[in-house]
């Protein structure tokens, strides 16, 4: 067994609660300033072993890249009084250009710009900051979304080699709760990162936000067309 979409939707919910756990165990450890939680599937997106595992590392200090995009967030939230991620939310639902699927809790889009092709995220509608403190309802929420997600994927790339990455608020993020919105993000290893994109940290990505929308939203819509918008 390698991939989510292998796994039933209760092993899945004891997957994410044993995410909470992990992360409320090491966010209270003292001098973390930052907690990488992960999924690699196959070779092609990092994963080392052949049985099916998530990852998480701890660290005593914030990557420069986690500390610009805090940065950006203390910025927006401190202007304008609202949380980056829940006014970029709101402006998708709005648009629908970029929005897969949603259920009362949850939203699945294409971000508009994303570094790499075909890039799933999916968070809450509400304001939340940590992962772990998303409710039991939520979670159930959560587990039916990320096997649907991995299902569209694995649709449009059979075999498809993916990671998986949390983002959730820091240890060591300076400012308020409110500026801070946790989210997960899908994406498959179809992209190489090549030359241009390491001298000059610009990613290429060859396949529009949009037009990945449509491709998912076509795999929404076999499942269940209620569910798509």
């Known amino acids: 067994m390698q991939s989510i979409s292998e796994l039933d939707l209760t092993e899945i919910k004891l997957m994410l609660v044993a ?13 973390i300033q930052y907690i990488s939680l992960f999924k690699n599937v196959g070779g092609d997106a990092g994963a080392s072993l052949q049985h099916s ?23 927006h939230q401190a202007r304008t009084g609202c949380c980056l991620q829940c006014d970029i939310i709101r402006a998708e639902l709005k648009q629908k250009q970029r929005i897969v699927a949603q259920t009362n809790s949850l939203v699945a889009y294409c971000p508009y710009a994303s570094r790499l092709p ?12 940590h992962f772990d403190q998303l409710s039991p309802d939520v979670l159930d929420d959560l587990a039916r979304m990320i096997k649907r997600m991995t299902g569209w994927l694995e649709t449009l790339i059979p075999n498809a080699a993916y990671n998986m990455l949390l983002h959730t608020r820091p240890p060591g993020a300076r400012g308020n709760a409110e500026a801070f919105h946790w989210s997960l993000e899908f994406f498959p290893r179809i992209s190489r990162i090549a030359g241009f994109e390491w001298s000059s940290q610009c990613m290429i990505n060859t396949v529009l936000p949009e037009l990945a929308t449509e491709k998912y939203r076509k795999c929404a819509a076999a499942e269940n067309p209620r569910l798509v918008l």
């Open 53 to 75: 595992h998530s990852q998480l590392l701890a660290t005593d200090q914030m990557p420069n890249s986690v500390e610009n995009i805090n940065e950006r967030m203390r910025a």
């Open 19 to 31: 995410y909470q756990h992990r992360l409320r165990h090491w966010r209270k450890q003292p001098g």
């Open 118 to 129: 075909m890039l799933l995220r999916v968070t809450t509608k509400d304001h939340v900051d």
